[in-house]
C-alpha cells in the first residue's frame, strides 16, 4: 500500500477560513507538485465545491452536477459490498477542479451517516474514513485534506481518527484564544480515548489585519503559546471573499487582479502549505 500525508482543518467554531484554508492549502500543494485530494465533511452546503465553482446538484435534475458515489457511502452498511464491486468507485466519488486538486462534495446522507454511526460498535465507528483512505485513496494521490464539521461528531471524529494532524485557523478575538486551548486539550482528550497520536499541527492566524491592535496582539499571543506550530498570518483581505464568490482562489487570479493584501494572502498560504507538507508525516 502506498503511504500518504493527511490533514483536517478543524476547529468547534464557524466563519475562521477553516474551508478556505483547505482549499488553498490543497492548491498550494499541488502548485508543489503533489497529488491531491481534498474531501468535504462539513455539511450539505459544499463549500469547498463552491469555492471551485463547482454546483452540486440535489436532485440530479436542476443546473450542476450530480454525486453518483456520495462519500456518506463510506460511513453506511454497503461500504464493503461497494468497495469490494465497483471497480471505478473512487473516480466516481471525485470531481476535477480547474485548479489542480480533486474533491469529494459533501453530500445531504452525511447527516444521517453521522446518527448511524451512534449504532456501531466503539472498536469500529470511527475507522471508517481510514479505512477508506487506506483502501482506495493511497494508491491515487500522496496527499489528502480534510475538511471537517465545526462540532465533535462521530463524522468529525473518524475524520480525526484519519488525518492525526489538525490545522485550526483562527481570527483575533479572545473566544478564538480560549477556543484554541480548548481546542488543545480536546485533541488530547479524543487521542487518549482512540488511542492515537492526534494533535495540532499547524495554527493559522485569518483575517490578519495589520492596522488593529487586536490582530497584533492575537498574533504575538499565538507565537507565544505555539512557536512551533504557528503559521504565517493570512492578511486579511475583499480578494478571498470576492474570488470565492467568483469559484476559484487566489491562486487562479493573476497579480494585477489582486490587492496587496491579496498578494500577502496568497504568499502566506504557500507558505504555511510548505510548513505543514515538512510536519506532516506519511501512513
Request: net charge negative.
Amino acid at each position: 500500500m502506498a503511504s500518504v500525508k493527511r490533514g483536517a482543518t478543524y476547529v468547534e467554531k464557524g466563519g475562521v477560513g477553516k474551508t478556505t484554508s483547505a482549499a488553498h492549502i490543497a492548491v498550494a500543494a499541488h502548485n508543489m507538485g503533489h497529488e491531491v485530494l481534498l474531501i468535504d465533511l462539513a455539511g450539505t452546503q459544499n463549500d469547498l465545491a463552491t469555492h471551485f465553482g463547482i454546483t452540486i446538484s440535489e436532485d440530479g435534475e436542476t443546473n450542476g452536477v450530480s454525486i453518483d458515489a456520495p462519500i456518506s457511502a463510506v460511513f453506511g452498511d454497503d461500504w464493503a459490498f461497494l468497495r469490494d464491486n465497483i471497480d471505478d468507485l473512487l473516480d466516481r466519488m471525485t470531481f476535477s477542479t480547474d485548479e489542480g486538486p480533486d474533491l469529494i462534495p459533501a453530500d445531504p446522507g452525511l447527516g444521517g451517516a453521522d446518527n448511524n454511526l451512534a449504532n456501531v460498535p466503539l472498536e469500529e465507528r470511527y475507522q471508517k474514513l481510514d479505512g477508506f483512505v487506506e483502501d482506495l485513496v493511497a494508491d491515487a494521490y500522496d496527499l489528502v485534506i480534510f475538511d471537517l464539521p465545526g462540532k465533535e461528531d462521530n463524522i468529525a471524529l473518524n475524520g480525526l481518527f484519519a488525518a492525526r494532524s489538525v490545522v485550526a485557523p483562527l481570527k483575533p478575538g479572545a473566544f478564538e484564544r480560549d477556543q484554541l486551548q480548548k481546542l488543545d486539550a480536546t485533541l488530547a482528550e479524543i487521542s487518549a480515548d482512540l488511542n492515537i497520536d492526534l494533535g495540532l499541527t499547524l495554527v493559522i492566524p485569518t483575517i490578519i489585519s495589520s492596522r488593529e491592535t487586536l490582530s497584533e496582539s492575537f498574533v504575538d499571543h499565538v507565537n507565544s503559546e505555539y512557536p512551533e506550530i504557528v503559521g504565517e498570518p493570512v492578511t486579511k483581505t475583499a480578494d478571498i471573499g470576492q474570488n470565492q464568490n467568483a469559484g476559484r482562489t487566489l491562486y487562479a487570479v493573476p497579480d494585477d487582479e489582486l490587492y496587496a493584501t491579496g498578494k500577502r494572502a496568497r504568499e502566506a498560504y504557500s507558505a504555511n502549505t510548505e510548513q505543514l507538507l515538512t510536519q506532516l508525516t506519511d501512513r
